[in-house]
């Protein structure tokens, strides 16, 4: 939301901006500097800001990021079954949508519903 309007945002206003808390927040923001999602900035006007434009980030390339292995669907049964492996296609398939819907959405989408959806939006 904040993409090219300034300075780097610091941890503590994104935490209290998205209700995060902070420490969780930095974790996540160092998974995603290391996949070049984000940059960092040191010092006192430092902060995160997107390593890209916000229509170049794909919700999946972030949820590749924080949840690591989340596409792979395994089964945990001891003895499979017909019942198990059915149940195994379907996860296998709602993985599946989930992944292509993830990569349709981009940053810049989620934005545009955060406005559109925003109570506080007033049109004249």
């Known amino acids: 939301m904040h993409y090219g309007t300034g300075p780097p945002l610091q941890v503590r206003r994104i935490a209290t901006q998205q209700g995060i808390p902070a420490r969780f927040l930095v974790q996540i923001l160092l998974q995603l500097k290391g996949a070049g999602l984000v940059i ?3 010092g006192a006007s430092g ?7 916000p229509d170049e980030i794909t919700l999946a390339q972030v949820m590749d990021v924080v949840e690591r292995d989340s596409s792979t669907v395994r089964s945990s049964v001891g003895h499979a079954t017909a019942a198990s492996a059915g149940l195994l296609s379907v996860w296998r398939d709602v993985t599946r949508t989930e992944r292509a819907m993830l990569e349709c959405v981009t940053l810049a989408d989620l934005v545009e519903r955060v406005r559109v959806d925003s109570p506080n939006m007033y049109y004249i």
């Open 40 to 42: 960092s900035t040191r």
């Open 47 to 53: 902060g995160y800001q997107l390593g890209k434009a």
